[in-house]
Every structure is written in structure tokens, then in C-alpha cells.
């Protein structure tokens, strides 16, 4: 059986930073793609970054490209989400997703994702 569990969110100031956790257990790490979605009550979800277990590839949308770093620990089975310089349009519903491999063009993609974690919530705000 497949199981996500996020850790991590919070309320934080603007500028601040937090880090998010997904620990994975039930699949191959080999395989494995892991992806941040987030989600503002009313929108769809957004993936904003991935991370490849097997080769260590990483993807990011354009609004978190050089404030957010995806990596994972193979050891510890877990994906990390850093972010830094957080803004309010950053508040969001965090969730972690896995599906097998990173398909450069389409892991942002929300209707090929397995498996998800129950989500963390992300406040930005002064």
C-alpha cells in the first residue's frame, strides 16, 4: 500500500522561508517522480516542482523558479520542498504526489498522479 505523509507548512512572514517533507512508503524509489502541487481555494492545482528519485532530475513551474528547491533522500525515503523568499500568493494547500518517472513536459500534470499526500497548509502573510 502507498502512503504519502506531508509535514512542514505553517504561517510565515513575507520573505520568510519554510521547508515541506514527503515521506513515501509502498513504491520503488527507482521509479519514482515526486511532485509538489499546491492549491488556493477556488483554482486548480499547480504543480510547482518535482524531483526524480531515480536520477535526481528536477522540474519547477516559472512562478517559483530560483525560490524553491525540490530534493529528495532516497535513505530516509522523503522529498523536501525548500521555499524561500515566500509572498501571500504563495499561501496555498501544499500537496505531495507520486507517479512513476518525470516526463519532462507533462510532470506538472495533474491527471497522470497516482497516489497523494493529505496536504499542508502554507500561510504567507504579515
Known amino acids: 500500500q502507498v502512503d504519502l505523509r506531508e509535514s512542514g507548512g505553517g504561517s510565515v512572514q513575507p520573505g520568510g522561508s519554510l521547508t515541506l517533507s514527503c515521506q513515501v512508503s509502498?513504491?520503488?524509489?527507482?521509479?519514482?517522480?515526486m511532485t509538489w502541487f499546491r492549491q488556493v481555494p477556488g483554482q486548480e492545482r499547480e504543480g510547482v516542482a518535482a524531483?526524480?528519485?531515480?536520477?535526481?532530475?528536477?522540474f519547477y513551474a516559472d512562478s517559483v523558479k530560483g525560490r524553491f528547491i525540490s530534493s529528495r533522500n532516497n535513505a530516509e525515503r522523503t522529498a523536501y520542498l525548500q521555499m524561500r523568499s515566500l509572498n501571500p500568493e504563495d499561501t496555498a494547500m501544499y500537496y505531495c504526489?507520486?507517479?512513476?518517472?518525470?516526463?519532462?513536459?507533462?510532470?506538472?500534470?495533474?491527471?497522470?498522479?497516482?497516489?497523494w499526500g493529505q496536504g499542508t497548509q502554507v500561510n504567507v502573510s504579515s
Open positions: 524531483v526524480d528519485f531515480g536520477d535526481g532530475r528536477k
Open positions: 504526489a507520486a507517479r512513476q518517472f518525470c516526463p519532462a513536459t507533462s510532470w506538472h500534470l495533474i491527471e497522470y498522479y497516482d497516489y
Open positions: 509502498g513504491y520503488s524509489l527507482g521509479s519514482l517522480c
